[in-house]
């Protein structure tokens, strides 16, 4: 399948087994990464039967392009992964809901493949895949709207109904965390970095007790919104929720999202998260908000 690079943008959060490399993997961690590992070698023999069997019903893939697959048409289509199973790919995994849950990050060289794998009563399957590659110019500027752009969705409005309890309060403690009152990093994983198309950078470890104070802004300078949300879906683990976002962002084009939250004794924190821009798509505006609510101008036959 024929790649184009989309702007990425991911957080992940690394286990402390990632960064002391004499801890020993647990049990589930270990089959987990064999159960990823066994997937690669049969995409790369063709052997359907074995890739069937180990993708999750929900299943979906979201490319480099920015296009999400479901299913059906990856296994119609007969797709590969970005990142092939060789003997130089690096496999680890970050185990979460009880160790129900597992965050396994396949990468050979700049090439970069999260997969969510869940534990079902038929063992380990596939959940989500979503891949990246860095190092190449991100396609598309970004442009700043001359007035505040306020958080109405999803901070005052979100379009998915969450059905579980684990589901709404993933929701919430997300919402909360993008509200601009100051609590982001409370709802971080430990010990974050980033990967984006440019850099893998460590991020600082967000150790915050409490909200941190949010700066005054700066002369003609203008506040915005946390990019809103057009389409969601949650699986409940437990301890751990699943979350696929579809998001426009003010100023730059619309991306798919990937995320695990993690239940802290009741405190929710968004542990993994990447961030995939599809690459049509179109760079996002805001009405000004004067203009909101005027009358619309009559439409020609090229705006039917």
């Not at 023999?45 to 392009?65: N, V, Y």
């Not at 496999?91 to 969510?116: F, S």
């Not at 002369?219 to 979350?243: H, I, K, S, Y």
Request: net charge neutral; hydrophobic share 40%; glycine share 8%.
């Amino acid at each position: 399948m024929k790649r184009y690079l989309a702007v990425l943008f991911v957080l992940c959060t690394v286990s402390a087994g990632l960064v002391l490399a004499q801890t020993k993997p647990s049990a589930a961690e270990d089959a987990v990464v064999k159960a990823d590992k066994a997937l690669g070698m049969a995409w790369s023999k063709g052997d359907k039967a074995a890739i069937e069997k180990m993708l999750d019903p929900d299943f979906s893939l979201i490319d480099t392009e920015g296009i999400m697959t479901e299913r059906p048409d990856v296994l119609r289509e007969g797709l590969q992964p970005l990142v092939p199973m060789t003997a130089d790919t690096k496999v680890w995994a970050h185990m979460y809901g009880d160790n129900k849950v597992a965050w396994v990050t396949d990468n050979l060289d700049k090439k970069y493949a999260a997969h969510i794998w869940v534990e079902r009563p038929q063992g380990w399957r596939l959940l989500n895949a979503n891949e990246i590659e860095t190092g190449t110019a991100a396609p598309g500027g970004a442009w700043r709207a001359p007035y505040d752009i306020a958080c109405d969705n999803p901070c005052k409005g979100f379009p998915y109904r969450a059905v579980t309890a684990n589901e709404k309060a993933a929701i919430a403690a997300w919402l909360d965390q993008e509200g601009g009152t100051g609590r982001h990093d409370m709802h971080m994983g430990d010990n974050t970095i980033v990967i984006s198309q440019a850099t893998t950078t460590p991020r600082n470890s967000p150790t915050a007790a409490g909200p941190t104070p949010v700066p005054p802004r700066k002369p003609g300078t203008f506040t915005e919104g946390v990019a809103p949300a057009l389409w969601a879906r949650t699986w409940d683990f437990g301890d751990a929720v699943v979350a696929i976002m579809l998001q426009p962002t003010y100023g730059g084009k619309a991306y798919w999202s990937s995320r695990i939250f993690g239940n802290h004794n009741g405190f929710w924190k968004m542990e993994e998260s990447y961030h995939n821009t599809i690459a049509t798509s179109p760079v996002m505006t805001v009405v000004p908000p004067k203009d909101i609510l005027a009358p619309a101008p009559p439409r020609g036959r090229g705006g039917e």
